[in-house]
């Protein structure tokens, strides 16, 4: 018995890197996978491998940054099986530049696909689930670039921040209506990421490697927890949050040169998040 016997998985950016893992193992668990990908090739070669496993799956050829696109990754899924219980939200480009340099059209492609895109995705499924009384379970693609900051990707950074914040009051929402929603912080050697990271980590950061955390997210071992982020690689996972630091307070208020003679004691120490292997 798999953990997602009956169950359907709609997974954006599915054709390549990530998204074609996180497919093949959800298949393998017994999903209906929703291929998701501008890249109709692709898509159409992750439906074959599922198939050819026995698994069952379908090509949903679209781009996400539109509502159009989105509405109808959600019809391909209801038409090839009838209902949606699981989202991944993965789609995604890169288009760094120092922000000096940036154009208008590489903030735009970059915000288009990742935070508009989850917009355009997740709406139709969230309305199809709620009206449905379904339940589900929906995971949003950030990244270390967004939580803590990257030299080149304020674009990037802004979007997935975005989504995280997205996610954020989206997990709130859906609380009502049985929807679960986390966000995934990956690390993983993808055609994404081969010119940036080190081609050592090629085997120990493989794709592979993060797609058992989804599928602990979307199945019920993780029971019913929502609202939470977890940076996942290949060789180690945490969960993300953000934190209040000490409090300064007085009752008649602060002036600036009150912060400033107490500043030792506002900040947090400034180690950082580590996110190397
Ligand atoms: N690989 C990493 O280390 C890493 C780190 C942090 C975040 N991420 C995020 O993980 C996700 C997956 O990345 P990956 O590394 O597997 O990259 P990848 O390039 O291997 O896969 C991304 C896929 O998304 C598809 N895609 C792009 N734009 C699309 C659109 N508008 N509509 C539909 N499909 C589209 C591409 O065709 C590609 O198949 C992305 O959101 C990425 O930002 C990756």
Redesign the pocket.
Known sequence: MGLLDNKVAII??A?????RAYALLLAKEGAGVVV????AE?AAKVVHEIEVNGGRAVAAV????SMA?GESILVTALEAFGRVDILIN????LRDKGLANLSEEMWDAVVN??LK?TFCVTQPVFRWMKDNKAGGVIVN?S???GLAGNVGQTNYGAA?AGIWGFSNSLALEGKKYGIRVWTL????V????ANV?PSELSQSWS?ERVAPVILYMVSSLSGDKTNRTIFASGTKIMELKMVSGPVLSNPGGLTARDIAASDKDLFLDDKGLDFNP
């Open positions: 954006t950016g054709g390549s890197g990530l998204g998701n990908d501008f890249n692709n679209a781009d996400v940054s696109g993965n789609a995604g480009i696909v990742h895109g693609t990244s270390s670039s997935k912080v990956p690390a993983a993808t055609p994404l990421t990271l794709p």
